[in-house]
């Protein structure tokens, strides 16, 4: 408990401070960088291969010609680089700030070549042969901009995160992982129905979101969902920073957001914790316990087809 709040303190004083917030994201970036370029792939990443091809295999959400939209693409663009392994698409990489690594990206692809193995129940041979032969593309490209060239990627940054630049139904599937949950909870409707308005009827949207507390991570003391104790004026002075801002939008407030902005929900994965010994805040005891107890979810949504015309008598 100690440590989460001197965690707590310290992003909260970072934060206050626009250089020093630079600062702090630039050395954890820097260090995560080294880890990736040279350290051992995380199983979740196959995982996340695995999970978007079986989802591309049942419900057709990633195909050939299709065109992507990865918001909050990161450091690797795993999820449009991974999906262009397999599917001959083009993808606008999107994201607020650059912290692109090019070292890290090649590392994993370079293991990712070697599991392939892994995944030829879920894909023909002639997708898992262009894996192989478009990672080798990946592996001997110079710099990112030879990748985006090679790839039929764009990269955009847009410190205001907004999606206005993009015309209407444009995209086939928007993608994110770990990204909506550090959208401000005030924008996050208003974001949400921007990329259904860049979607193409029958088009598709693929979100999985971190709901758990992200402090948490810094003491393995503190319970997953901590945040749920604190009321709102008190987060504020505690938790919420603009280092590792998070909304604390819960499951069935994404799922609200998400139908209310015209979508389908096609299929969903969570996980969950127990919630005994937690005293929770007002806001939160109003809310299905059940649904509280989620830490990640991952929810795939459609987007209504075009009516068809009436055709005349």
Known sequence: MRRYLAVAVGLKAFSSCGPMR?????????????????????????????????????????????????????????????????????????????????????????QLRARLPEVKDVVSPSQLARAYDQIDVALG??????????????????GSGSLDQFPAESFD??????????????????????????????????????????????????????YLEFPEWLWKIIGQNEVQYINR?????????????????????GAKVDLNGLKLAARYRQMDREDLQHTFVRLLLKKQEAKAL???Q
């Open 249 to 269: 939008l819960q499951r069935a407030e994404w799922v609200n957001i998400f139908l209310l902005s015209g979508l389908e929900l096609a299929d969903e994965r």
């Open 310 to 312: 009436a055709k005349p």
């Open 22 to 110: 630079r600062a702090y994201r630039a050395l954890g970036n820097q260090r995560g960088g080294r880890e990736r370029a040279c350290g051992r792939m995380p199983d979740y990443y196959l995982e996340r291969v695995k999970e978007m091809l079986q989802l591309a295999r049942t419900y057709g959400m990633a195909k050939d010609g299709g065109r992507v939209l990865e918001l909050g693409t990161g450091w690797l663009h795993w999820e449009a680089v991974t999906m262009r392994l397999f599917f001959d698409v083009e993808a606008v990489l999107f994201d607020v700030w650059d912290n692109r690594q090019l070292l890290g990206m090649k590392n994993y692809l370079q």
């Open 173 to 226: 599937l928007v993608v994110s992982r770990g990204v909506l949950e550090h959208v401000g909870r005030d924008i996050a409707s208003s974001l949400v129905e921007n990329s259904v308005r860049i979607l193409r009827p029958g088009g598709w949207a693929l979100h999985s979101i971190n709901i758990e507390d992200h402090l948490a991570n810094y003491d393995s003391t503190v319970h997953r969902k901590f």
């Open 141 to 158: 490209v110079a710099g990112f901009e030879e990748l985006y060239r090679r790839f039929g990627f764009q990269y955009v940054i847009d």
